[in-house]
């Protein structure tokens, strides 16, 4: 880092935002002995493992903004990359079909974003379409729309940032951190990438409840615009079902009623999906916040203090589809406040 020596950068936070804004700090030049991950809960513990983690666009959920727009561009060209380049990360491709009953107004951000973009009205016959994508069962919707997008399994993603992450020798540190402010001491960064971080009062939480079952036969990500209703695939033949969406919830209690509710509506747009076999049902809570993502250095922490923290929370449902395009902007602010860090050593 050359002018950088000395300056330690602490990462608060090992979920999807966090490791990749590690990765990404290594990938820009910082030193990966600078770099410490603190986290009570190790990645497999973290709302992340839970995540469906289907790259789309809009974000979902997420409050509309150019800065969110251009992330989510930045996640998928990185992720793509990726994929090509580490077939073993658990990331790969498959049609994200939306359906209605009723027309579909043009979306027009993936429209701009993913040259695979198609709609109804694009397609000579529908139904060859729909059986050339393994979802036949789609053919009493007339109104579609469909573009290639990035998913991940969770499980697998993760676990390939970490080994990435351990292979350049960046330390982990299972610790629960009660005072971001106070890890900021002379010579150090801190990154709040804790996602429901209790001292924004804009933050709250958005319990979410999934169900997985075995469908190998169901290859294409499909979202019922009109019920909620939507189906991610994994390459090992299961798929997420879900979905729900609780603002102000912060249990992650799996609930049996929830799992047959989203059973029956997953079913009602793919009947098969119904007769599939329940492998299991997860919970997690969404790290909304109102006024989107924060992506910043925080202009009230005192010069006094010698140190500095940079935010990257907020993320909502959308942590892996915005996860490289925060992280880039992240490390771009880290450099800039480990470059201060250093001059201020000097003085």
């Given at each position: 880092m050359g002018t950088n020596d000395g300056v330690s950068v602490v990462i608060v936070g090992a979920g999807v935002i966090g490791l990749?804004?590690?990765?990404?700090?290594?990938?820009?030049?910082?030193?990966?002995?600078?770099?410490?991950?603190?986290?009570?809960?190790?990645?497999?513990?973290?709302?992340?493992?839970?995540?469906?983690?289907?790259w789309e666009c809009p974000p979902y959920h997420m409050e509309a903004s150019p800065n969110a727009l251009k992330w989510?561009?930045?996640?998928?060209?990185?992720?793509?990359?990726?994929?090509?380049?580490?077939?073993?990360?658990?990331m790969h491709v498959v049609p994200n079909i939306t359906v209605s009953q009723h027309p579909l107004a043009?979306?027009?951000?993936?429209?701009?974003?993913?040259?695979?973009?198609?709609?109804?009205?694009?397609?000579?016959?529908?139904?060859?379409?729909?059986?050339?994508?393994?979802?036949?069962?789609?053919?009493?919707?007339?109104?579609?729309?469909?573009y290639d997008a990035v998913v991940a399994d969770m499980g697998i993603y993760l676990g390939?940032?970490?080994?990435?992450?351990?292979?350049?020798?960046?330390?982990?540190?299972?610790?629960?951190?009660?005072?971001?402010r106070a890890l900021a001491t002379p010579a150090t960064v801190v990154v709040n990438c804790t996602g429901l971080f209790r001292d924004d009062p804009a933050v709250f939480a958005c319990k979410g409840q999934v169900v997985l079952v075995h469908a190998p036969w169901v290859r294409s990500?499909?979202?019922?615009?009109?019920?909620?209703?939507?189906?991610i695939p994994r390459p090992n033949g299961n798929l997420i079902c879900g979905g729900t969406s609780e603002n102000d919830v912060y249990n992650v209690d799996v609930e049996a009623d929830v799992t047959e509710k989203i059973l029956k509506k997953c079913a009602a747009v793919v009947p098969s999906v119904g007769r599939a076999k329940v492998v299991g049902a997860r919970a997690g809570l969404r790290p909304e916040r109102r006024g989107g993502v924060r992506v910043e250095v925080d202009a009230s922490l005192p010069a006094s203090q010698g140190g500095?923290?940079?935010?990257?929370?907020?993320?909502?449902?959308?942590?892996?589809?915005?996860?490289?395009?925060?992280?880039?902007?992240?490390?771009?602010l880290v450099r800039q406040c480990m470059a201060r860090a250093a001059q201020r050593s000097k003085l």
């Open positions: 990749t804004t590690a990765l990404q700090l290594v990938q820009d030049g910082v030193r990966p002995s600078c770099i410490t991950i603190l986290a009570k809960d190790r990645p497999e513990k973290t709302v992340s493992h839970v995540a469906g983690a289907l989510c561009e930045e996640t998928f060209h990185k992720c793509v990359q990726v994929m090509r380049e580490h077939p073993e990360s658990g043009t979306n027009a951000d993936a429209k701009d974003m993913a040259p695979s973009y198609r709609e109804s009205s694009d397609l000579k016959s529908l139904e060859q379409w729909l059986h050339s994508h393994g979802v036949t069962e789609l053919g009493r919707y007339q109104h579609l729309q469909s390939w940032l970490v080994t990435q992450l351990q292979r350049h020798r960046v330390r982990f540190q299972e610790q629960e951190v009660h005072d971001l990500a499909i979202c019922d615009n009109d019920s909620g209703a939507y189906m500095f923290l940079v935010h990257n929370y907020g993320h909502g449902g959308s942590g892996f589809c915005l996860s490289w395009g925060t992280a880039a902007a992240v490390s771009a």
